[in-house]
């Protein structure tokens, strides 16, 4: 299912981004474009490693 | 006299000063006739600085000949890509949303440049906000209508024609290797934190490196060598010991295991490529070196995993200019930046974690080996007006060809070295990669410079010179 404008409008929205509205079709088929290969690392194994550890709270 | 002098790398320049052959002066001279006479055609640099320039030259003069030597690169004239900060001089990153910002200090990179007695001829165009692979403001000095690469194209152009021994570039997903590759010029990419970021605009903090281009091996282990190094003010620096880039450099790789990494770097290259590569190997062998045939695991999600990491973050580093100004930002780049702020967050998350499999599983790969060898890029610089290739494998975007082979290396966080190591049919150059261990690099340079010896690739200069 390819993603609409209004979908984007949607997420601009929930991201709290103020998007021009002339952008939102543009916007959809770059999403549309990147999704394969985003979706693919959706394939690769992770469970066995935890996220990096970014957060060093010594003060 | 001028053009010689601007074709020396900076080790030569530096025994020619310290021979009072030559001097810091008449080769800041002879870089800024250099840069006049070819930047019509290349376009490297965003900014020249002349009377800074000699500025910084006639001090060197003076403190060499009071006797106080800052150390090889006194006197040497180097560059720096628009990315880095300079103080009370335009940073403005290539891009339009950036226009007119002058920051207060210097890069710390700048700073140690400067501490070394280096001299700073001007910033160099980087592709906007070095979000991009080809640098459309430069050109390649071999081939005026082909890309010099990017994101760091102008400081690999700058190097290539002579306009400067030494540029500064930075490199996320390979953006140092990719215009060293297009360019016929040596570029390193440090391990992630090896050298401070502080002062360099961000891409993606978590993938972002910085480090130096030249015309030799030797070149980038003197500029290593006063880059490198811990600095509290980056919160993503090392604190892991400075190796001696230069006592070992001229050490050989007899006896040295070295991976030819196999699978998805070598499974769609153009055949030219892949030729010069078998002969980088074969050359390598011939020194001495054992070449074994490895696999890099993972390394056909490098692309995606870069990407997916480096969208939230750019999104986030850019975050004030896509609210406030984002016309001005270039048709690709705003794109990016917008799709950045739009996937889901857990997409992150699942990237830097995908990252920590690829670290684990390449240092079992890496057991035994003290570095891989594999090409740059798959291709060499592509049309200026070119948005496809045609590889054995079928077609492909510039942007994926570019990054297939570079992006897995900045996943894993490993230091590359990209090497001339040939010539394609056009007469383009074909760029060596070779890839590390963490904090590796002073091997890397040592095999680099081997292979340099042993070969003439470094010694060749495009037509324009």
């Given amino acids: 299912v390819s993603t609409q404008p ?23 088929t770059a999403l549309d474009a ?26 | 006299v001028s053009d010689n002098l601007s074709s020396l790398d900076a080790a030569r320049a530096g025994e020619l000063i310290r021979r009072r052959e030559v001097s810091p002066i008449e080769l800041t001279e002879a870089a800024l006739e250099r840069i006049a006479a070819v930047e019509p ?84 165009h980087t592709h906007e906000l070095a979000y991009g692979v080809t640098t459309p403001a430069s050109h390649n000095p071999w081939a005026l209508r082909h890309v010099a690469g990017g994101s760091s194209g102008g400081s690999a152009a700058a190097v290539a024609a002579g306009e400067c021994a030494i540029a500064l570039g930075t490199d996320t997903a390979g953006s140092i290797r990719i215009p060293a590759a297009c360019c016929g010029v040596a570029g390193l990419k440090p391990t992630y934190g090896r ?12 993938l972002d490196t ?52 196999g699978g998805h770097f070598s499974a769609s290259i153009d055949p030219d490529v892949d030729a010069a590569m078998r002969e980088a190997a074969e050359t390598l062998a011939g ?52 799709i950045g702020a739009l996937r889901p967050p857990a997409e992150h998350v699942r990237a830097l974690r995908v990252r920590a499999a690829v670290r684990r599983a390449w240092r079992t790969a890496f057991e035994g080996l003290e570095a891989v060898i594999c090409p740059t890029l798959p291709t060499t610089a592509v049309r ?27 996943v894993a966080g490993l230091p590359a070295l990209s090497l001339p190591c040939g010539f394609d049919r056009s007469g383009l150059p074909i760029g060596l990669q070779l890839i590390g261990r963490p904090f590796g690099e002073a091997t890397l340079l040592r095999i680099g410079q081997a292979y340099e010896r042993a070969t003439s690739w470094s010694d060749r200069r495009p037509p324009l010179l």
Wanted: proline letters at 7%; a negative charge.
């Fill in chain 1, 6 to 28: 209004d979908d984007v409008a949607a997420m601009a929205n929930a991201a709290g981004l103020a998007l021009d509205p002339a952008r939102h079709a543009t916007i959809a």
């Fill in chain 1, 34 to 59: 990147f999704a394969p290969l985003l979706d693919s690392l959706a394939m690769v194994a992770v469970d066995d490693e935890p996220p990096p550890a970014v957060f060093d709270a010594r003060w």
């Fill in chain 2, 41 to 124: 055609a290349v376009s490297a640099f965003a900014r020249v600085l002349p009377e800074e320039a000699l500025a910084s030259a006639q001090h060197a003069e003076r403190e060499l000949a009071s006797g106080f030597d800052r150390g090889p690169l006194h006197g040497i004239p180097v560059a720096a890509k628009d990315l880095f900060d300079t103080a009370r001089v335009p940073t403005e990153g290539g891009s339009r949303a950036y226009l007119g910002r002058v920051p207060a200090n210097d890069a710390a990179c700048i700073v140690r440049l400067r501490e070394a007695g280096a001299v700073l001829l001007g910033k160099t």
């Fill in chain 2, 195 to 206: 050298i401070s970021k502080d002062g360099v605009m961000p891409l993606a903090l978590s």
């Fill in chain 2, 210 to 261: 910085a480090g130096p281009l030249g015309r030799s091996v030797r070149d980038l282990a003197l500029s290593l060598t006063v880059l490198a190094g811990h600095d509290p003010r980056d919160p993503t620096s090392a604190e892991v010991p400075v190796d001696d880039y230069l006592q070992g450099l001229d050490g050989g790789v007899a006896g040295l295991d070295i991976g030819l990494a």
């Fill in chain 2, 287 to 338: 020194e001495g070196a054992a070449i074994h045939d490895v696999e890099l695991p993972l390394a056909d999600y490098g692309a995606a995993t870069a990407f997916a990491i480096c969208l939230p973050e750019a999104a986030a580093a850019h975050s004030r200019v896509l609210r406030e100004r984002p016309d001005a930002l270039g048709v690709d780049v705003r794109t990016y930046l917008e």
């Fill in chain 2, 384 to 410: 200026a007006d070119q948005n496809v290739v045609s590889l054995p494998g079928g077609d492909t975007s510039v942007v994926a060809a570019y990054l297939a082979l570079c992006a897995p290396v900045s």
